[in-house]
């Protein structure tokens, strides 16, 4: 069973940092694009970042892009996104989801291309 797992979440203050992890079960990360999304209360679900299957390409979304950081261990089999500088804007249920491109260089912030996705996990920013 294909499974997602985020993790990392919880409260920070404006300006400071948090990193999640997206823990992949049951296939391998390594042939998969994984999206980041977000979904603060009573909006829509938005697209945050990117990361391909190969070379480590990535893709940032407008409103996070110099803040927010995706890599990926392989070997772990697990995604990253470490969120710097972090505003009270980004307070969002954060999501992973899995997308099959396997040796593509190229990854997309498209909700609809994702088949697989994590529970979500809390991120708040406030003083």
């Known amino acids: 069973q294909l499974q997602l797992v985020e993790s990392g979440g919880g409260l920070v203050q404006p300006g400071g940092s948090l990193r999640l992890s997206c823990a992949a079960s049951g296939f391998s990360v390594d042939h998969w694009a994984i999206g980041w999304f977000r979904q603060a209360p009573g909006k829509e679900r938005e697209g945050v970042g990117c990361i391909a299957s190969t070379d480590g390409v990535t893709h940032y979304a407008t409103s996070v892009k110099g803040r927010f950081t995706i890599s990926r261990d392989n070997a772990k089999n697990t995604v990253y996104l470490q969120m710097n500088n972090l505003k009270p804007d980004d307070t969002a249920v954060y999501f992973c989801?899995?997308?099959?491109?396997?040796?593509?260089?190229?990854?997309?912030?498209?909700?609809?291309?994702?088949?697989?996705w994590g529970q979500g996990v809390q991120v708040t920013v406030s003083s």
């Open positions: 989801a899995a997308d099959y491109l396997p040796l593509q260089a190229a990854c997309f912030i498209t909700l609809t291309r994702y088949n697989y």
